[in-house]
């Protein structure tokens, strides 16, 4: 089982960043994916998720209109992409693979996390 975030870096508030997770086969394929992000002496916070065949997808109040979750199973890939950065977005960013089908919020139901990358948003 592998997943391997990339992507993060340093932006200007306004600014825009996407971020990518690589995954093996059988972690990706027919399982939800996920993003979540922590601070330090904060819990991991829910970001988006997107189903297994990509049809759902949803992301937290706090980055909606913003922040897009997408897929590409032919690649094997998912990404976040990130717009109109605000310095409250920094944080880590981890991808997770999800036990099942459905996209969800609940960190509980995501069993694979991958290594994080860092965002880093200045004002």
């Known amino acids: 089982v592998q997943l391997q975030a990339s992507g993060g870096g340093s932006v200007q508030a306004g600014g825009s960043l996407r971020l990518s997770c690589a995954a093996s086969?059988?972690?990706?394929?027919?399982?939800?994916m996920g993003w979540f992000r922590q601070v330090p002496g904060k819990e991991r916070e829910f970001v988006g998720s997107?189903?297994?065949?990509?049809?759902?997808?949803y992301v937290s109040d706090s980055v909606k209109g913003r922040f897009t979750v997408s897929r590409d199973n032919a690649k094997i890939a998912l990404y976040l992409q990130m717009n109109s950065l605000k310095p409250e977005d920094t944080a880590v960013y981890y991808c997770a693979a999800a036990r099942g089908g459905a996209a969800t919020s609940d960190r509980s139901y995501y069993n694979y996390w991958g290594q994080g990358t860092q965002v880093t948003v200045s004002s």
């Open positions: 086969r059988r972690t990706f394929m027919n399982n939800a």
């Open positions: 997107i189903s297994w065949n990509g049809a759902s997808t």
